[in-house]
Nanobody, 121 residues
Framework: QVQLVESGGGLVQSGGSLRLSCAPSGRTSSNYAMGWFRQAPGKEREFVAAISWDGGTIVYADSVKGRFTISRANAKNTVYLQMNSLKPEDTAVYYC??????????????WGQGIQVIVSS
């Protein structure tokens, strides 16, 4: 069982930046693809970005391309989501997940608890 812990969320003004981090609690293998999803109030959870275990494959949702960057540091077992040029519509609870690289929730076996990101206009 892999437990994931997100950090770095908070409140930011429109146009600002935040960096989310996600790391497993306890010892675990780094051979998982990692993904970020988000869920806004009243909406379904949606894919944001994913990165393969070696960083060779990276996928973004169209809504965040050019603004968000996913990366990972396997030595630290940590995945990051750098979010720039944030918009109010980016407001959501952000979840990290571990599994196979892909845009579907079913690609992932393990999920974090989620962290709130609020972008004020």
């Amino acid at each position: 069982q892999v437990q994931l812990v997100e950090s770095g969320g908070g409140l930011v003004q429109s146009g600002g930046s935040l960096r989310l981090s996600c790391a497993p609690s306890g010892r675990t293998s780094s051979n998982y693809a990692m993904g970020w999803f988000r869920q806004a109030p009243g909406k379904e959870r949606e894919f944001v970005a994913a990165i393969s275990w070696d960083g060779g494959t990276i996928v973004y949702a169209d809504s965040v391309k050019g603004r968000f960057t996913i990366s990972r540091a396997n030595a630290k077992n940590t995945v990051y989501l750098q979010m720039n040029s944030l918009k109010p519509e980016d407001t959501a609870v952000y979840y990290c997940a571990a599994g196979s690289v892909g845009p579907s929730m079913t690609d992932y076996n393990y999920w974090g608890q989620g962290i709130q990101v609020i972008v004020s206009s």
